[in-house]
């Protein structure tokens, strides 16, 4: 067979075409072609570059040909047998759609492919052999007899029989083409028949079909020659034409028909079957009842299957030999819309990243419904409808595009439900659900759940003790949302830390890595830092990583930690502070200190004798002092202001008091538990009359007593005259008197030597207390008697020559409050003109307040 069509086979290939329209490439090749002939040359004609490295494949919608693409050259081949008739069957045009799926980058090619038909069947008759049997003399000339016509698989010209009959004087062949595809072939009887002449007539009926070369099938007709019975039952009409629903029920009686036959008694009684040449498939389908005639469905009828049946009936009479009777009945089945449409996922490409652009194609679907008509028109949807659309560049094939951007932190993945919907009456429906998942890209950075933490921790904390704690949250999944924390260097900050100087925060506290545990590295002191702000930054582990921020402020809280310290007068013991004192233990008499004071006899009560000055270096009610006097118990001569530290009579001094008394004041805190610190007054108490000889002229040179720093040589006539007050003092009142008067000529010449830095300096204080400190030194206070200024307080200044001597400054009456601040006032002091105080030259001095 190959040497009769292999030519032609080879003149095919040689004259293939292709086409590309609207975006479609069509081919064509011929069945039968031999494995690797090139169908067309895809890669170059698709303008795809490297077939190989560009992943170029065939995705088959339907019925799979033998066709591949060749990975190395890019073209379209042939692969395996194509047989156009088991492809497509009777179906003319042979076209074939299948897609060109490119992977890298996604796209997709719809080719249409067309298996052209050769002649390569030959016509087939049911059966090699027909036997006929008609009576003499009753089968009259002009008699019909149908007969079952050739098949072949081939169409077009191939498929277009011609049928001859070998010659016979009785007998001759009739074609009729019912339609296109339909062809009538009757043996009509010429001349009567003789049994006893020609008992068995053998013919030969060949079926030719139109290809070139032409191919032939042939069937033998034995004609046996009958007796008796001579009339044949007829029907009234040759075809009868009949409609029927494809979801007809089992048993539904579509057609009746009748035939007669002028025979009498039992040559005219009919019985009808299906002829021969109905193939038994089709009979299953279909019941014929014998007697009346009836036809009714036996099975259930599918118009996607078979359009049409042609049905031969045969009606045959009881003589003998029977006669028979012949008519076609020709079934349309119509189509009801009994087939929902179907949708397939072709491709799919996920995970999808959440930065993929809008117009990224996720998938290909294809979509089909076996129904005709609007039956068979889908229309598709998607839903939701965001943030995926279907788009559709040829009937039955769509793409599922991203048209929204997407975002991992707030979907994960998508069931998206791609819904087909026909157009019938009613319309049926599909849905297929493709589950895209979305991949995370690092596009959030850590999140704290508060931007300022505020934290309170006490002082005198446990190093590596947790002071708090911060989270960050990062949305992204995997490395992208692990989060670690650092401590971002900064300066502590406080007016504390300005004292000591810059530090970084990383001196007093560290931050956990991994859990955002803040953590104490030393103990904290409030008096050396009292707020700490520092930034915690969260860092994720993406590519690039993001970085978030958080500012922890830590107010250290105070604790009564610190005992109340007795402030020096300015100039005080080497090596202290002269403003700020020193701190000790808090041991018996670890804390104290012991001054002298001078008192007259007969003062009334209210004098100030003596002010004490003390500071706590804690805060708030751990700062807060108040004086009490320890010893002696009871009511005695003295008292203390409970807030001032000022010493003052509590009644009139009498002789019974003795010459000396004795005071031992505490100063405590408010803290819990309080601390304290204690100072010793020693009180001396003088006759009237010797206040009366110091305060007899206002003019008498001051006396001063020595600092505590030591005097210069030029400083010594002042030690000297500082002494010869206090023992004229302690002599009698007309001595005192003498010395004063002594002192006061002595003290223009002096006034030089007060202005010079570490000079004793004697001063008189305001009513209500002494301006200065003291802490571990002894001072010596002559009290006076009188209506105004009463105490006399020795300041050493150890300070830088001050300014030329200003305006005299107004006493000062204020009280000594917790919570005032620490000021330095400058200025000169001296006594007003009342007539019993001791005038004081002008002098420099430096002072604080608390």
């Known amino acids: 067979m190959e040497a009769r069509w292999g030519p032609a086979v080879r003149l095919l290939v040689l004259v293939r075409t292709w086409t590309l329209v609207a975006g479609q490439v069509r081919y064509s090749v011929p069945e039968e072609a031999k494995v690797g002939?090139?169908?067309?040359?895809?890669?170059?004609?698709?303008?795809?570059?490297?077939?190989?490295?560009?992943?170029?494949?065939?995705?088959?919608?339907?019925?799979?040909?033998?066709?591949?693409?060749?990975?190395?050259?890019?073209?379209?081949?042939?692969?395996?047998?194509?047989?156009?008739?088991?492809?497509?069957?009777?179906?003319?045009?042979?076209?074939?759609?299948?897609?060109?799926?490119?992977?890298r980058p996604l796209r997709v090619f719809h080719v249409e492919l067309e298996v052209t038909d050769i002649n390569d069947n030959a016509p087939l008759f049911p059966a090699a052999r027909k036997n006929i049997s008609m009576a003499e003399l009753t089968t009259v000339p002009?008699?019909?007899?149908?007969?079952?016509?050739?098949?072949?698989?081939?169409?077009?010209?191939?498929?277009?029989?011609?049928?001859?009959?070998?010659?016979?004087?009785?007998?001759?062949?009739?074609?009729?083409?019912?339609?296109?595809?339909?062809?009538?072939?009757?043996?009509?009887?010429?001349?009567?028949?003789?049994?006893?002449?020609?008992?068995?007539?053998?013919?030969?009926?060949?079926?030719?079909?139109?290809?070139?070369?032409?191919?032939?099938?042939?069937?033998?007709?034995?004609?046996?020659v009958l007796d008796a019975n001579d009339n044949a039952p007829q029907f009234n009409q040759s075809v009868y034409k009949v409609q029927l629903l494809e979801n007809a029920a089992p048993g539904t009686v579509f057609f009746q028909q009748t035939a007669t036959d002028e025979d009498e008694g039992i040559n005219r009684e009919i019985e009808y079957s299906f002829s021969d040449t109905v193939p038994v498939r089709i009979q299953?389908?279909?019941?014929?009842?014998?007697?009346?005639?009836?036809?009714?469905?036996?099975?259930?009828?599918?118009?996607?299957?078979?359009?049409?049946?042609?049905?031969?009936i045969e009606a045959r009479d009881k003589g003998t030999p029977p006669l028979f009777g012949h008519c076609s009945v020709e079934l349309e089945v119509l189509d009801v819309n009994d087939n929902a449409p179907e949708v397939w996922v072709t491709s799919l490409s996920v995970p999808v990243s959440e930065d993929a652009s809008v117009g990224t194609v996720v998938?290909?679907?294809?979509?089909?419904?076996?129904?005709?008509?609007?039956?068979?028109r889908v229309q598709?949807?998607?839903?939701?409808?965001?943030?995926?659309?279907?788009?559709?560049?040829?009937?039955?094939?769509?793409?599922?595009?991203?048209?929204?951007?997407?975002?991992?932190?707030?979907?994960?993945?998508?069931?998206?439900?791609?819904?087909?919907?026909?157009?019938?009456?009613?319309?049926?429906?599909?849905?297929?659900?493709?589950?895209?998942?979305?991949?995370?890209?690092?596009?959030?950075?850590?999140?704290?759940?508060?931007?300022?933490?505020?934290?309170?921790?006490?002082?005198?904390n446990a190093a590596g003790a947790e002071v708090a704690r911060v989270w960050a949250r990062d949305p992204d999944e995997a490395e992208n949302g692990r989060v670690r924390y650092s401590l971002w260097e900064g300066g502590a900050g406080g007016a504390s830390v300005a004292?000591?100087?810059?530090?970084?925060?990383?001196?007093?506290?560290s931050v956990d890595g991994e859990s955002g545990r803040v953590w104490a590295v030393q103990a904290l002191d409030y008096e050396e830092l009292q707020v700490l702000q520092f930034e915690v930054r969260a860092v994720d582990a993406g590519e690039p990583a993001l970085v978030g921020n958080a500012t922890v402020q830590l107010f250290v809280v105070d604790e009564n930690d610190n005992a109340p310290v007795l402030l020096p007068a300015a100039g005080g013991a080497p090596g202290l502070d002269p403003f700020l004192g020193s701190p000790v233990e808090e041991v018996p008499g670890a804390n104290s200190e012991t001054l002298w004071a001078w008192a007259a006899w007969g003062a009334g009560a209210g004098q100030v004798v003596a002010k004490i000055r003390a500071v706590d270096a804690d805060s708030g009610y751990n700062a807060w002092l108040r004086y009490e006097v320890l010893e002696p118990r009871g009511k005695g001569p003295f008292r203390v202001g409970v807030y001032s530290g000022e010493v003052s009579t509590a009644r009139a001094l009498e002789e019974a008091d003795g010459p000396r008394q004795r005071l031992v004041i505490v100063v405590r805190d408010h803290g819990e538990p309080p601390r304290s610190a204690t100072a010793t007054l020693s009180v001396s108490l003088v006759e009237g009359g010797e206040k009366a000889l110091s305060g007899s002229s206002s003019s008498l040179p001051g006396v001063l007593l020595p600092s505590e720093g030591g005097a210069a040589a030029g400083m010594a006539s002042a030690s000297t005259n500082v002494w010869l007050v206090v023992s004229i003092c302690a002599v009698s009142s007309v001595f005192v008197l003498a010395l004063v008067l002594y002192g006061a000529s002595r003290c223009a010449p002096r006034a030089a030597v007060l202005s010079g830095p570490a000079a004793a300096t004697l001063v008189c204080a305001s009513e209500v207390g002494s301006w200065s400190y003291s802490q571990r030194q002894s001072r010596s206070l002559c009290v006076a008697d009188g209506a105004g200024?009463?105490?006399?307080?020795?300041?050493?200044?150890?300070?830088?020559?001050?300014?030329?001597?200003?305006?005299?400054?107004?006493?000062?009456?204020?009280?000594?409050?917790?919570?005032?601040?620490?000021?330095?006032?400058?200025?000169?002091?001296?006594?007003?003109?009342?007539?019993?105080?001791?005038?004081?030259?002008?002098?420099?001095?430096?002072?604080?307040?608390?």
């Open 363 to 376: 998938a290909l679907l294809s979509v089909s419904d076996r129904d005709s008509g609007a039956n068979g």
């Open 789 to 850: 200024k009463s105490d006399l307080m020795v300041f050493s200044p150890n300070l830088p020559p001050p300014p030329p001597p200003s305006v005299p400054a107004a006493k000062d009456t204020s009280q000594v409050e917790p919570s005032s601040l620490l000021d330095t006032v400058s200025g000169s002091l001296f006594l007003s003109s009342s007539p019993t105080l001791i005038s004081c030259l002008p002098a420099h001095f430096e002072t604080h307040f608390l």
């Open 37 to 103: 002939t090139v169908v067309g040359r895809l890669a170059q004609e698709l303008g795809v570059g490297d077939a190989e490295a560009r992943r170029l494949r065939v995705v088959w919608q339907g019925r799979r040909a033998g066709v591949e693409v060749s990975g190395a050259s890019g073209a379209l081949v042939v692969s395996s047998r194509v047989d156009r008739e088991e492809l497509c069957g009777k179906s003319a045009p042979c076209s074939l759609r299948l897609e060109l799926l490119q992977e």
């Open 284 to 312: 299953s389908l279909f019941i014929i009842e014998t007697k009346s005639g009836e036809i009714r469905t036996a099975g259930v009828l599918d118009y996607e299957d078979v359009h049409s049946y042609d049905l031969e």
């Open 142 to 224: 002009g008699s019909r007899f149908p007969l079952e016509g050739a098949s072949d698989a081939d169409v077009g010209a191939n498929a277009q029989l011609s049928y001859t009959l070998s010659p016979s004087e009785h007998f001759r062949l009739e074609v009729k083409s019912k339609d296109e595809t339909k062809t009538s072939v009757v043996l009509i009887l010429t001349r009567s028949l003789d049994r006893e002449t020609v008992p068995v007539h053998r013919l030969m009926l060949t079926a030719s079909d139109g290809g070139r070369p032409s191919l032939t099938g042939t069937m033998e007709l034995v004609i046996t």
């Open 380 to 460: 598709c949807s998607v839903w939701p409808s965001w943030p995926f659309v279907l788009e559709s560049r040829f009937p039955g094939s769509f793409s599922l595009v991203l048209r929204e951007a997407l975002d991992r932190e707030r979907v994960r993945e998508y069931e998206v439900e791609v819904r087909a919907e026909d157009g019938g009456k009613p319309p049926l429906r599909a849905r297929r659900v493709v589950r895209v998942p979305v991949c995370d890209v690092n596009d959030n950075a850590p999140a704290f759940s508060q931007a300022v933490y505020t934290v309170l921790v006490r002082e005198n």
């Open 499 to 509: 004292a000591v100087g810059w530090r970084p925060a990383s001196s007093y506290v």
